[in-house]
């Protein structure tokens, strides 16, 4: 494990550009052409769809299929402006997929060597899905890949996955602008970043206000992107401690619409 100060991490977030890093956007496909993204190229531009029978995974095509992943993109880019990411198609137009489709999402983006997997979304229900998800937390964990993701949008603690599990940096939404983020120890929820009344990209050339623990995640996934451009060898944990030290208290002054009076 490499020793990193606070200082050297510090320093590393406030001018780590991204470069040499890799983002998979694992989500409903990113709109290329949208003016937003500067004619950004994609480092892999991917979907998985259900044929029938079986999986299939095909040519992304520049789309979007619902705006969203187009809105992550962008937040990513604008904090880690160098960074190269990677669009992974699982979400469909009604942000909705599959557990296996998710899974093979996942394995494209770990097998073409992402550094850091950006997942705006959760699964809750039944706990036959949870080993699903645990399966490819942990490969990633082991292979030294950093996996950020939303959490509840209308209660922070409700578990999903893969945001509950400890090593995945997980997002909630807060009243903060910018850059800043902030740790919370007592939930799996840690980490809480900009998500309420972002604007956005969105599908069509277009641009929305939106609110969710879904923007807030990218915040971290590009805020993680300049720490490990300047540290590549940070392993998942590391960087997890150093983002605890570094991040502000979470406070009620700034908790989000999902997080209960009694919790604040």
Same mark, same amino acid.
């Given at each position: 494990?490499?020793?990193?100060?606070?200082?050297?991490?510090?320093?590393?977030?406030?001018?780590?550009t991204?470069?040499?890093?890799?983002?998979?956007?694992?989500?409903?496909?990113?709109?290329?052409?949208?003016?937003?993204?500067?004619?950004?190229?994609?480092?892999?531009?991917?979907?998985?769809?259900?044929?029938?029978?079986q999986?299939?995974?095909?040519d992304?095509?520049?789309?979007?299929?619902?705006?969203?992943?187009?809105?992550?993109?962008?937040i990513?880019?604008?904090?880690?402006?160098?960074?190269?990411?990677?669009s992974f198609?699982?979400?469909?137009?009604?942000?909705a997929?599959?557990?296996?489709?998710?899974?093979?999402?996942?394995?494209q983006?770990?097998?073409?060597?992402?550094?850091?997997?950006?997942?705006?979304?959760?699964?809750?229900?039944? #706990?036959?899905? !949870? /080993? $699903?998800?645990?399966?490819?937390?942990?490969? %990633?964990?082991?292979?030294?890949?950093?996996?950020?993701? =939303?959490?509840?949008n209308?209660?922070?603690?409700?578990?999903e996955?893969?945001?509950?599990?400890?090593?995945?940096?997980?997002?909630?939404?807060?009243?903060?602008?910018g850059?800043?983020?902030?740790y919370?120890?007592?939930?799996?929820?840690?980490?809480?970043?900009?998500?309420?009344n972002?604007?956005?990209?969105?599908?069509?050339?277009?641009?929305?206000?939106?609110?969710?623990?879904?923007? #807030?995640?990218? !915040? /971290? $996934?590009?805020?993680?992107?300049?720490?490990? %451009?300047?540290?590549?060898?940070?392993?998942?944990?590391? =960087?997890?401690?150093?983002?605890?030290?570094?991040?502000?208290?979470?406070?009620?002054?700034?908790?989000?619409?999902?997080?209960?009076?009694?919790?604040?």
């Amino acid at each position: 494990m490499s020793v990193i100060s606070l200082e050297a991490a510090r320093d590393a977030l406030t001018h780590g550009t991204g470069r040499g890093i890799k983002v998979a956007v694992i989500d409903s496909g990113v709109e290329r052409t949208h003016e937003a993204l500067d004619g950004m190229e994609l480092a892999d531009d991917i979907a998985v769809v259900n044929d029938t029978l079986q999986l299939r995974v095909i040519d992304g095509n520049g789309t979007d299929a619902y705006g969203h992943g187009t809105a992550i993109a962008e937040i990513i880019r604008r904090i880690a402006p160098e960074v190269s990411i990677g669009s992974f198609r699982v979400l469909d137009a009604a942000l909705a997929s599959r557990t296996a489709i998710i899974q093979e999402g996942v394995r494209q983006a770990l097998d073409r060597g992402y550094h850091v997997l950006n997942c705006s979304f959760g699964c809750r229900g039944e #706990a036959r899905y !949870v /080993m $699903s998800y645990k399966e490819w937390v942990d490969e %990633s964990y082991l292979k030294g890949r950093h996996v950020v993701a =939303a959490c509840n949008n209308f209660d922070f603690s409700v578990p999903e996955w893969p945001g509950h599990f400890p090593t995945v940096i997980t997002v909630n939404m807060a009243r903060t602008r910018g850059h800043q983020f902030f740790y919370s120890p007592t939930q799996l929820a840690e980490f809480a970043a900009a998500g309420e009344n972002i604007d956005v990209a969105w599908a069509g050339g277009s641009r929305k206000c939106v609110t969710g623990s879904s923007y #807030a995640a990218p !915040v /971290m $996934s590009g805020l993680l992107a300049r720490l490990l %451009s300047v540290h590549p060898s940070l392993r998942p944990l590391e =960087a997890k401690a150093l983002l605890h030290r570094l991040a502000a208290e979470f406070t009620p002054e700034v908790a989000g619409p999902n997080v209960p009076q009694q919790t604040r």
